[in-house]
T-cell receptor, first 114, second 115 residues
Framework: GVTQSPTHLIKTRGQQVTLRCSSQ?????VSWYQQALGQGPQFIFQ???????GRGNFPPRFSGLQFPNDSSELNVNALELDDSALYLC???????????????FGPGTRLLVL | AQKITQTQPGMFVQEKEAVTLDCTYD???????LFWYKQPSSGEMIFLIY??????QNATEGRYSLNFQKARKSANLVISASQLGDSAMYFC????????????FGAGTRLFVKA
């Protein structure tokens, strides 16, 4: 399945954070979502074969990397209080091309910014 | 504009009864896909069921069925024979053909199953 680390993280405003995701074996696509408390997930961006191929309404201080070994990272610079949320990664197989493409989600990383 | 609307913040259902979770959506695309996910307290989103906009039959997956009414732009989830383990958050989501690669989620409905 999809795993994420760490499970919980506490940072202070202005700091930088790196969250990690290990995709389901063989999946070439990873998407990241931010889920604020009491809300649905919001799409941050998607990586397909190590290239960003789609982005939601998030500023450039949210960036990512995808590696050939089924792992990926979400980096957030200059943390703000509103960045406190559950961050979910989801892996899939077809680059996001199919409307019905199933995404497999990890358990998420809970980030608290103080 | 909010594209997925779930109007029920919380729902209660008696164990073994059926429950319907409401979802309406807004899109100008002719081609789109609709999903339901379950999110237990552990956090991960679990895929339940998918309906394509051109699918003529309502989707079913075990105890889950999707009541798709295209003209009304609604995609309600029906859970039959509720179980205690069904207590969780449920999210309706959509992907549009012209929407790039993003999946848009609603705000969710929390379902409580009573013994």
């Amino acid at each position: 399945g999809v795993t994420q680390s760490p499970t919980h993280l506490i940072k202070t405003r202005g700091q930088q954070v790196t969250l990690r995701c290990s995709s389901q074996s063989g999946h070439n696509t990873v998407s990241w979502y931010q889920q604020a408390l009491g809300q649905g997930p919001q799409f941050i961006f998607q990586y397909y074969r190590e290239e960003e191929n789609g982005r939601g309404n998030f500023p450039p201080r949210f960036s990512g990397l995808q590696f050939p070994n089924d792992s990926s990272e979400l980096n957030v610079n200059a943390l703000e209080l509103d960045d406190s949320a559950l961050y979910l990664c989801a892996s899939s197989l077809a680059g996001g091309r199919g409307l019905g493409e199933t995404q497999y989600f990890g358990p998420g990383t809970r980030l608290l910014v103080l | 504009a909010q594209k997925i609307t779930q109007t029920q913040p919380g729902m209660f259902v008696q164990e073994k009864e059926a429950v319907t979770l409401d979802c309406t959506y807004d899109t100008s695309d002719q081609s789109y896909g609709l999903f339901w996910y379950k999110q237990p307290s552990s956090g991960e989103m679990i895929f339940l069921i998918y309906q394509g906009s051109y699918d003529e039959q309502n989707a079913t997956e075990g105890r889950y069925s999707l009541n798709f009414q295209k003209a009304r732009k609604s995609a309600n989830l029906v859970i039959s024979a509720s179980q205690l383990g069904d207590s969780a958050m449920y999210f309706c989501a959509m992907r549009e053909a012209t929407g790039g690669f993003k999946t848009i989620f609603g705000a969710g409905t929390r379902l409580f199953v009573k013994a």
